[in-house]
């Protein structure tokens, strides 16, 4: 597959995944709220979640019809630069919506157990991620003086920007943080169903599920 075609590849990606987020929403919003009439903090902040990465997702859908996907070379001043724009609120809304994700996510599990050692690992895992994710948010957003100064490629705008070795290093900290949260979310629900009284084949599923719900 060439060049020329990845700006499909990350449009259909969007799109389906957009799909996605807003049907399990829908379904997930009518089950707690109608069906168990238990709609939480966790699923408001799952809402914003979804709200979230449907802005991201429509930044990515413009981005690409400017050129996001091609190559540099193919594409004029004025298409780049409007690329390079759509692909820094694209950044912005992904640090937005990640960080909201994990909270939605530690919320939920919160909601389950009540063992406080694994109470106190949540409140550290989603500590940890609105911490990281607000610093990788400001750094992103302030990286560039003025703002402008990003999206600029005829120097017309001037600024100044920070170096780009170092929102590498951010973005590769920031990448390992959000994996550890991870893996401490998909570990927590073996943990919470391990002192249940049912069979081991019982406790498989209904980790499954938690580890589903969570997701």
């Not at 406080?116 to 609105?130: G, R, T």
């Not at 001037?158 to 590769?172: A, E, H, K, Q, S």
Request: contains cysteine.
């Amino acid at each position: 597959m060439n060049d020329d075609n990845r700006g499909s590849m990350v449009s259909v990606s969007a799109i389906v995944f957009t799909a996605l987020s807003i049907f399990t929403m829908l379904l997930r919003g009518y089950v707690r709220a109608y069906m168990l009439r238990s709609f939480g903090f966790d699923d408001w902040v799952m809402l914003l979640t979804v709200v979230l990465f449907v802005i991201y997702s429509v930044f990515a859908l413009l981005g690409v019809q400017a050129g996001i996907g091609r190559p540099i070379s193919s594409l004029t001043l004025e298409a780049a630069s409007t690329a390079l724009k759509n692909w820094w609120f694209c950044t912005l809304f992904y640090s937005l919506s990640s960080t909201a994700l994990k909270v939605a996510i530690g919320s939920f599990l919160l909601r389950v157990t009540k063992v406080e050692v694994q109470v106190y690992i949540l409140w550290a895992a989603m500590a940890l991620s609105v911490a990281f994710g607000t610093s990788f948010f400001f750094f992103y957003l302030f990286r560039c003086s003025p703002f402008a100064a990003f999206w600029d490629t005829t120097g017309a705008v001037g600024g100044t920007c920070i170096p780009t070795v170092y929102l590498t290093n951010m973005t590769y900290a920031h990448a390992a943080i959000l994996c550890v949260v991870d893996c401490t979310f998909a570990i927590i629900p073996s943990f919470i169903v391990r002192g249940l009284q049912i069979n081991r084949r019982s406790k498989a599923v209904v980790c499954f599920i938690l580890t589903l719900g969570a997701a």
